[in-house]
């Protein structure tokens, strides 16, 4: 009997030994620190590296989604900021012999319409640019507080208790108030 009690508890134990260690592994994983200066200085040289650095790999869809669609935005505005300035500058040589009316003037469109039209294209163009490198500069700075947060404690030993208290003021009167309690 007494030796299968020892039997018992040498095994409880070696059980509860690779559950802690499993847990310190576990652990170990969790709080791997992360350097905030190589995750701002890859997501600098090439976009999404310091998510990548980070492990934050849901983030690279994200990051160049908005970078691509920035893209296509000047791309696109580009393509009718040229087209209107064009029409606007042959609009503005009808006496020269060679002078081709264009399909904006066969519609009817003004020249003031045309340089407006032109105008607002190429506001647009700069919006996109200001736009990618707002995005470019925000994937920076996300990389960065991403790497100094990696070794926040979220545990569940994290708590906030609040309870109303009764305080004496200045003038002896008791005034209500609130007090926070933080525990970590």
């Given at each position: 009997?007494a030796m299968i009690?020892c039997t018992?508890s040498?095994?409880?134990?070696?059980k509860?030994s690779?559950?802690?260690?499993?847990?310190e592994k576990?652990?170990?994983?969790?709080?791997?620190?992360?350097?905030?200066?190589?995750?701002?200085?890859?997501s600098?040289?090439?976009?999404?590296?310091?998510q990548?650095?980070?492990?934050?790999?849901?983030?690279l869809?994200i990051v160049?989604?908005?970078?691509?669609?920035?893209v296509?935005l000047?791309f696109d505005?580009?393509r009718?900021?040229?087209?209107?300035?064009d029409?606007?500058?042959?609009?503005?040589?009808?006496?020269d012999?060679?002078y081709?009316?264009?399909?904006?003037?066969?519609?009817?469109?003004?020249?003031?319409q045309?340089?407006a039209?032109?105008?607002?294209s190429?506001?647009?163009?700069?919006?996109?640019?200001?736009?990618?490198l707002?995005?470019?500069?925000?994937?920076i700075i996300?990389?960065t507080?991403?790497?100094?947060l990696?070794s926040f404690?979220?545990?569940d030993?994290l708590?906030?208790?609040?309870?109303?208290?009764?305080?004496?003021?200045?003038?002896?009167?008791?005034m209500?108030?609130l007090?926070?309690?933080?525990?970590?």
């Amino acid at each position: 009997m007494a030796m299968i009690a020892c039997t018992r508890s040498l095994l409880a134990q070696s059980k509860d030994s690779t559950e802690s260690k499993r847990q310190e592994k576990s652990i170990k994983k969790e709080t791997h620190v992360r350097n905030p200066k190589k995750a701002s200085l890859y997501s600098a040289v090439l976009p999404g590296a310091g998510q990548i650095y980070n492990r934050k790999y849901w983030k690279l869809p994200i990051v160049y989604g908005a970078m691509a669609t920035t893209v296509y935005l000047y791309f696109d505005n580009r393509r009718y900021y040229v087209d209107y300035r064009d029409a606007y500058l042959n609009e503005l040589n009808q006496d020269d012999p060679d002078y081709v009316p264009s399909d904006y003037a066969v519609q009817g469109v003004s020249t003031s319409q045309l340089r407006a039209a032109s105008d607002q294209s190429r506001q647009n163009m700069e919006y996109a640019v200001i736009g990618f490198l707002a995005i470019y500069g925000l994937q920076i700075i996300d990389a960065t507080v991403d790497a100094h947060l990696s070794s926040f404690d979220v545990g569940d030993d994290l708590s906030l208790e609040w309870q109303p208290t009764l305080q004496r003021g200045a003038n002896q009167q008791i005034m209500s108030g609130l007090t926070l309690n933080f525990r970590f």
